[in-house]
């Protein structure tokens, strides 16, 4: 099945700085979401990306499926923005279910 | 995207017991899926549900274990059965329309 890398699997920040945060999938995919999950456990979704850039806010995110990657950016990141990223796509011509990367944990300090 | 309510979002429970977790959505959907996060983990997908069948589960997972309702296109529950300390996790339901979208996840604790 495909693979999903996430990267990097923590980071820390203070109130205010940028980020970058990298999904790498080994294989074509029909749908990327990129999804954030609070410290209460609740899954949000981001984005719906399975190609080019969309921009929601202090968040965007950039999908280039040739090159099988994507990348989620955070601009003047707030302490409500720790939590986990993940990354999760579907394959093309395989299964409709999502496979999901580890993640990227996120602290946001004051 | 679909609005789902999924409950009870937390409990704490003895081993031994089962609890059943319920999903509700907004609007008739095809499937519905069912995943556990182990603490610190990924999310893990248990099984498919369809409407009018039996649940599809994934390897590691079996019905005994994890019995799954679907009476209709937007209800789906999902039993716990038996527990123990290791099925302390993270469970949430998701339905797949535009994108996948999640319950609020129930934290589920076993003593």
């Known amino acids: 099945g495909i693979q999903v890398e996430q990267s990097p699997p923590d980071l820390i920040l203070q109130e205010g700085a940028n980020s970058t945060l990298r999904c790498n999938f080994s294989d074509s995919v029909n749908n990327l979401q990129w999804f954030h999950q609070n410290p209460w456990g609740q899954l949000i979704n981001l984005f719906y990306?399975?190609?080019g850039t969309k921009q929601n806010g202090r968040l965007s995110a950039t999908t280039v499926a040739t090159e099988r990657y994507s990348l989620l950016y955070i601009s003047s990141s707030q302490t409500t923005d720790s939590g986990v990223y993940f990354c999760a796509v579907e394959q093309a011509g395989g299964s409709y279910i999502p496979t999901f990367g580890r993640g990227t944990s996120l602290i946001v300090h004051p | 995207s679909a609005v789902i309510s999924q409950k009870p979002s937390r409990d704490i429970c003895q081993r031994g017991t089962s609890l059943t977790i319920q999903c509700q959505v907004d609007s008739q959907v095809t499937m519905m899926f069912w995943y556990r996060q182990q603490p610190g983990q990924s999310l893990t997908l248990i099984a498919t549900?369809?409407?009018?069948?039996?649940?599809?589960?994934e390897s590691g997972f079996v019905i005994d274990k994890f019995p799954i309702s679907r009476p209709n296109l937007t209800f789906s529950t999902l039993t716990v059965s038996n527990m123990s300390p290791e099925d302390s996790s993270i469970y949430l339901c998701s339905v797949d329309r535009e994108g996948y979208t999640f319950g609020s996840g129930t934290r589920l604790t076993v003593v």
């Open positions: 549900a369809n409407q009018g069948s039996e649940a599809t589960y």
């Open positions: 990306i399975p190609s």
